[in-house]
């Protein structure tokens, strides 16, 4: 079992920045694929970025590549997301998720088999 915990979320205008971390506890947790999803009202949930087992590769989503930066801290096991340039279309619910079994980053919700509860960005223009 993995738990995830999602933080640092927020209200900020069009252009700041924010960092999300996403703590992880549980079986193994440091070893795995990492990614964060985001969901916006009426919209499926959408790839943001994802971080291999060692931290490298990266991947990320069109969206958002050359404005938001993913890292993780094996010895906090705590996956981070740093955030700047933020649009009013970056408005969502993100999520963390883990692939237990899954050997590289996936840009598709099924691998993932550990999902953080949330948390909401909003960026007012």
């Known amino acids: 079992q993995v738990q995830l915990v999602e933080s640092g979320g927020g209200l900020v205008q069009a252009g700041g920045s924010l960092r999300l971390a996403c703590a992880a506890s549980g079986s193994t947790s440091s070893s795995y694929v990492m990614a964060w999803f985001r969901q916006a009202p009426g919209k499926e949930r959408e790839f943001v970025a994802g971080?291999?087992?060692?931290?490298?590769?990266?991947r990320y989503g069109d969206s958002v590549k050359g404005r938001f930066t993913i890292s993780r801290d094996g010895v906090k096991n705590t996956m981070y997301l740093q955030m700047n340039s933020l649009k009013p279309e970056d408005t969502a619910v993100y999520y963390c998720?883990?692939?237990?079994?899954?050997?590289?980053?996936?840009?598709?919700?099924?691998?993932?088999?550990?999902w953080g509860q949330g948390t909401q960005v909003t960026i007012s223009s």
């Open positions: 998720a883990v692939a237990s079994s899954w050997p590289t980053v996936a840009v598709t919700t099924a691998p993932y088999d550990y």
């Open positions: 971080i291999s087992r060692t931290g490298i590769p990266t």
